[in-house]
């Protein structure tokens, strides 16, 4: 589905992203797991194509197609799109008509099933306005109902679990396993290695780079007995690298 190759960003002299490879399969959710300031947000900017980021090397494939000089219209075309850390602020519309917008005018019942499966309560929530009445962790699930809604090829989630308190997540969680039940694949990026347990499996980056890859069980271990406690983020020891 997706493929990174020798992916490198330098900016202001700056390496940013090193060589970085990395491969997505069709339905997989695929951890990216690393401190902050290592490269994760930078990567999710990278394949989406956002904030004018062009690689300095390195090609995305996504498809059997190289996509790395598209725009980011043009990858959302192909199915692809990205989730920020702060959900969308879209003001004034109802939740419902948002869904069925997303779905593509979805009929009401679909709207239902998509609120159903973020945890939320169709009736509660169809005549709802986007506003601030709406907690974070309601926003944030309004907004994965309406990744469900679209029936994506790639999903990116950047920090799904920021601000979100412990009775949203586990909701916000089964919600991202059911994108990938549906088919989709999920790149999901944060620093939690509780978050990355739904993961198929996980890559762990630092300075831009991909450090190992495995299950999500022994990813996390290895990222608790070496990133965790690592004074020196973004200068990994010399022969840490296990892919």
């Not at 020798?6 to 491969?23: C, S, V």
């Not at 090829?153 to 039940?181: F, N, Q, R, W, Y």
């Amino acid at each position: 589905m997706l493929e990174v190759e020798n992916l490198r960003l330098r900016l202001n002299g700056k390496l940013i992203i090193n060589d970085l490879n990395l491969q997505v399969n069709k339905g997989e959710i695929h951890g990216i797991l690393g401190e902050n300031g290592t490269g994760k947000t930078t990567l999710a900017h990278l394949i989406m194509g956002t904030n004018n980021y062009r690689p300095t090397g390195g090609r995305i494939m996504f498809e059997g197609q190289d996509i790395t000089d598209f725009s980011v219209s043009q990858r959302a075309k192909r199915g692809i799109s990205l989730a920020w850390q702060e959900p969308a602020r879209i003001e004034g519309m109802r939740v419902g008509d948002y869904l069925k917008l997303s779905g593509n005018n979805f009929g009401i019942e679909q709207v239902k099933h998509c609120l159903e499966m973020v945890g939320l309560e169709p009736a509660q929530y169809l005549d709802r306005d986007i506003d601030n009445t709406l907690s974070g962790g309601e926003r944030k699930r309004i907004e994965l109902a309406s990744l469900l809604a679209m029936h994506l090829k790639l999903a990116i989630l950047d920090e799904p679990d920021s601000g979100i308190d412990i009775i949203a997540l586990p909701l916000i969680l089964d919600g991202i396993v059911e994108m990938s039940k549906q088919g989709s694949s999920v790149l999901l990026i944060t620093h939690n290695e509780k978050v990355v347990e739904i993961a198929h499996r996980v890559s762990v980056l630092c300075a831009g780079k991909i450090l190992m890859t495995g299950t999500p069980a022994e990813t996390s271990q290895w990222f608790k007995d070496n990133c965790r406690r690592c004074p020196h983020i973004n200068e990994p020891v010399e022969g840490t690298e296990r892919l």
